[in-house]
């Protein structure tokens, strides 16, 4: 005769308890009870969150009470200091600020900006005054750091840091969603650039048909980004390190263009005047090479890489 020894399996209440806690703070996010801003604030205390799995791990699995307990404190905790502590000054809310930046040309002959946003939609565009080098309207919710170095090869360096929408990589619209979080940032439209943008999280647009380009570096996260290239003043390079998210590339008529395309996952759409050297079609994606008829006799040349994360890759 045969004894069958059953085991009790880990039915602890805390994980139930926080998922369902979890799912009221969205509601009453949407209802406007909490604040986006009051959210952010409450990640700062995700060490708390330790603390309670640490206590479930020790004591949940003996009594299933204790770990709904457990729980049901842990979400309590968090509620109650979403709800009440920005009044009671026990949590300290992200403030939205505003800056607008003018850097002047000063004689330069040429210059680099380096750009690096967190979670914000970032429009680029040529602007209007020869005598302005950069101009940039930036609302950020932690610091803003700029560098402006060098004489006639200028570097200006914009950069938003101590961030909680950074560190956290959520939106700047849960932070607020009542404003505006765009970057809006204006390029001289005379002198040559060579453009280096790294971005988080967000929408990325970028209209260079009416700037000097001498070459475009960008290292995206998570967004969709439609880029529009110039007709080539001199050759110059575009190199594009895509995350998630559609890459959508304007090219100029007439030009003569080399374009290679490492899409990882999704498609890719290429005009038909382009001239494929090299097309690999795979399960997941498709990785070739392109080009202009007359590409290599030409003077000005436009060459363009794009490694692709998750998301398709159209040449327009």
């Known amino acids: 005769m045969s004894l069958k020894r059953t085991r009790t399996g880990y039915r602890s209440m805390f994980w139930p308890i926080v998922l369902i806690g979890i799912g009221l703070t969205w509601l009453l996010i949407n209802a406007d009870i909490i604040s986006g801003a009051s959210l952010v604030a409450l990640f700062q205390l995700w060490p708390l969150l330790l603390i309670a799995i640490g206590l479930d791990l020790l004591f949940g699995r003996s009594s299933s009470l204790m770990g709904g307990l457990i729980g049901i404190a842990t979400v309590a905790a968090f509620l109650g200091l979403a709800v009440f502590g920005p009044a009671l000054g026990l949590i300290t809310l992200p403030e939205r600020q505003q800056e607008t930046l003018t ?32 101009a940039a309207d ?9 560098v402006n170095e060098g004489t006639d090869e200028r ?21 607020n969603d009542d404003e505006s979080s765009d970057w809006f940032i ?5 002198l040559p650039v060579t453009l280096t943008l790294d971005s988080g999280v967000g929408q990325l647009n970028v209209d260079l ?17 439609d880029i529009v290239l110039p007709m080539p003043q001199q050759s110059y390079a575009v190199q594009i390190d895509s ?13 003569a263009i080399q374009v290679s395309i490492n899409s990882g996952i999704g498609g890719v759409d290429v005009p038909d005047w382009l001239i494929a050297t090299r097309q690999d079609d795979s399960v997941v994606g498709v990785d070739g090479t392109w080009h202009t008829d007359g590409f ?11 490694e692709g994360g998750i998301g398709s890759v159209n040449l327009r």
Do not use: M
Request: aromatic share 6%; no cysteine; hydrophobic share 40%.
């Open 243 to 255: 995350g998630v998210g559609e890459v959508n590339i304007d090219v100029p008529d007439d030009a």
């Open 186 to 190: 204006s390029l001289n439209p005379t």
């Open 138 to 146: 930036v609302v950020y919710y932690g610091d803003i750091r700029y």
């Open 155 to 175: 570097t200006v360096t914009i950069e938003e840091t101590h961030s909680p929408s950074n560190t956290l990589f959520i939106p700047n619209t849960i932070v």
């Open 296 to 306: 290599s006799d030409a003077e000005n040349t436009i060459t363009i890489l794009v």
């Open 103 to 134: 850097f002047t040309t000063d004689g330069a002959q040429s210059y680099a900006l380096n750009l690096r946003a967190g979670t914000e939609t970032v429009t680029i565009a040529a602007g209007a005054d020869d005598g302005t080098l950069v």
């Open 209 to 225: 048909s009416e700037v000097n380009l001498a070459d475009f570096n960008a290292n995206l996260g998570v967004g969709a980004a």
